[in-house]
């Protein structure tokens, strides 16, 4: 069994350019939702602080989201924000 081969150089430009800013911004404040959940309900991982500062961050990229999913991503926020309090 070989070693699986490095990417060229052109193939990771290529991925670069299929990349778009809008999925990694909507990729990132789900991240940071799904994060935030955890800190308040997972008591291994219970952390109150980092939940806030997860749950600050989407709050401050929402506006960056397309419209189309800023309303299941809102609804995510919200839930959380009521566990938070």
């Known amino acids: ?22 999925d990694v911004l909507l990729q990132t404040v789900a991240t940071l939702v799904n ?10 991982a219970k952390d109150p602080a980092e939940a806030k500062k997860a749950i600050d961050a989407a709050r401050a990229m929402l506006p960056l989201l397309r419209e189309d999913v800023a309303g299941q991503i809102k609804d995510a926020l919200s839930q959380v924000q009521m566990i938070y309090v």
């Open 1 to 22: 069994m070989s070693a699986p081969q490095e990417p060229t150089e052109e193939q990771l430009l290529e991925a670069l350019r299929r990349v778009k800013v809008d």
């Open 35 to 44: 994060l935030a959940g955890q800190k308040l309900t997972v008591p291994e």
